[in-house]
C-alpha cells in the first residue's frame, strides 16, 4: 500500500507511462479558459500561506467542507485561512476517491514538494512548513504560473470591463501571457434584474447608442473588437444553463428587447426567442472577427437560494441540468451553417452522462477545411476528475477523433490548479497505452507522439490562433 504520492499515479500500463514521461510530462501549458482575476496576476502578490493557496474562493473545497458539516465561518466565513486551512485538513483524509484528494496530493508535490497525505495529525507540521517556503522562494501568482510552465492564460471579463489590468499586464515582460474572453451573458439574460441598467453601462463603454436590439449588437461588437485589439485574443464564452431555440421574427425581437428596456414582464417563448436570437447574431459576430464560440451547457445555477442569499454567487451552490436540449444547440449551429457563418465552436455539455450525444452533434457540423471545427470541450466542472476524463475519451473516440482535441483547461479560480492539466495528460496517456496493448492501435510510437504533443498543446495553439512559441 502507498504511502506517499506515487509518481505512476493513473499510469496503468508500461506503455502508458512511457508515453507520459517521454513526451506529456514536460509539455507547457496553455489554460484557455479560467476565472483567474487579471488584478491578481497584476499586483502579483505573495501568498499568505497554504490556506489561502487551497481555499481562497476554491468552491469544489467549499461544496466538500459544507458535506461534512463544517460551519460556514470556517468556508467563506470570517476564520483565518489558518483557521480554514486547519478544518479542511481534518476533512482532507476521508475524501477517498474524491478528485479533491488527488489535486490536493498533486499540488503539494509540486510546488512544495511534499510526497506524505495531509492528516490531521500532521496538519499543523505541513502548514508551517509550506508557509517557510511560501515567504524562502517568494511564491507570487506569477511564479506559480511560471513554475508550471504555463505559457498563456485567458481570463474571463464582461463586455464592459476597461481592460487595464490587460493593458497594464501587456507592458511587462512576463513568462505567461495573458488574454481574455469575451463573455456577454448579463447582455443575453434579459430576464434577470439589472438588464437595462446594464445596457446602460454598455452604451457609455461603447460610445454606441442602445435603443434597439441591432443596436446592442453594435455596441458588443465594438467591444468585441477592443478586446482583441487590447489583448489580441480570439476567445468567447456563452454560458447557456437553459436555453430552447425558438423562431423568431426581426419584428419580434425588437418588441421584446423594448419590453425588456422598459422593465416590462416577459413570457417563457419571448425569453426563448431573445436568447436564440442572441446566440445566433453573436455567433456571427464571433465568425467574421476570428473569435472561437465556447458554449457551457447545461448549468443549474443557485440551486440553494437560502446559501447563495448566505454567501453570494458562485460559492459552492450550483449543479448540473439537462435543460439545454442537443436538439436546440443544433438549429443554433445549422441556421449559422446555412448562412455559412458558423464559427469554429467548443460545447461544453454538463451532464456527462449524456456526452456521446454531444459527440455526435459535433461531427455533424464539422467542415469547410477546419479541423475539429466544432468540438468537444474539456470534461469541466463536476467532470473534470479522471472517471469523468476517461469516460469522455471512452465515450468519444468511437464518435469524434479524441487526437483533434485542444484538450484541458482549469476553468478555475486557483493559481496552483494547474496539476488538473498533468492528471488529464496522465489520464490521456494510459488511454492510448491501453489501447496499444490490446492492439486496438498499432500505427506505432511517433504516430502516438504526434497525438500526444497535439492534444497537450499544437491542437489549441493552432485553433485559437494564439502564436505561442515552443520548442520541445
Known sequence: MNTRFDEE???????????????????????????????????????????????????????????????????????????????????????AGNPIYIWCAMELKRYFDIDEPVTEENAEEIYQKTKE???????????????????????????????????????????????????????MFLEKDGFSSYLDQLEAVSGVKIDSFEHMLDALETRLKYFQEVTGTTVSDDGIPHFTWENYTSGEIDRIFDKARKNEPLTAKEEDQYRSAFLFEMGRRYNRNGYVMQLHIGTYLDANTRGVAETGHSTGFDCADDQ?????????????????????????????????????????????????????????????????????????????????????????????????????????????????????????????QKIIEDVCFNNVNEYFGLDVKYEG
Open 324 to 448: 439545454c436540449s442537443v436538439t436546440s444547440v443544433g438549429e443554433l449551429l445549422n441556421r449559422l451553417t446555412l448562412i455559412d457563418e458558423l464559427p469554429k465552436t467548443i460545447i461544453y455539455p454538463l451532464d456527462g452522462t449524456k456526452i456521446e450525444t454531444w459527440a455526435i452533434l459535433a461531427a455533424g457540423f464539422c467542415g469547410g477545411g477546419v479541423k475539429g471545427k466544432v468540438q468537444l470541450g474539456a470534461p469541466w466542472w463536476f467532470n473534470d476528475q479522471a472517471f469523468g476524463i476517461n469516460r469522455q475519451f471512452e465515450a468519444c473516440a468511437n464518435l469524434y477523433p479524441v487526437s483533434l482535441s485542444v484538450g484541458m483547461l482549469t476553468d478555475s479560480r486557483s493559481f496552483i490548479s494547474y496539476p488538473r492539466h498533468e492528471l488529464y495528460r496522465r489520464v490521456f496517456c494510459d488511454y492510448l497505452g491501453k489501447l496499444a496493448e490490446r492492439g486496438e492501435y498499432f500505427a506505432g510510437e511517433k504516430a502516438l
Open 9 to 95: 499515479l493513473f499510469l496503468t500500463t508500461e506503455t502508458g507511462r512511457h508515453l507520459y514521461h517521454k513526451y506529456a510530462e514536460h509539455m507547457p501549458i496553455i489554460d484557455y479558459h479560467c476565472h483567474l482575476q487579471p488584478s491578481e496576476i497584476l499586483e502579483d502578490k505573495e501568498f499568505e500561506d497554504l490556506g489561502e493557496m487551497w481555499l481562497r474562493g476554491d468552491h469544489y473545497k467549499w461544496r466538500a467542507m459544507r458535506t461534512f458539516g463544517i460551519d460556514e465561518r470556517y468556508i467563506t466565513g470570517d476564520a483565518d485561512f489558518h483557521e480554514k486551512y486547519l478544518a479542511f485538513a481534518s476533512i482532507l483524509p476521508a475524501l
Open 133 to 187: 517556503m511560501i515567504h524562502k522562494e517568494h511564491m507570487t501568482r506569477r511564479w506559480c504560473m511560471e513554475h508550471s510552465n504555463v505559457r498563456l492564460v485567458s481570463t474571463t471579463e464582461d463586455p464592459i470591463d476597461d481592460l487595464h489590468c490587460h493593458i497594464a499586464l501587456n507592458k511587462e515582460k512576463m513568462f505567461t501571457r495573458v488574454i481574455t474572453a469575451f463573455r456577454p451573458d448579463q447582455a
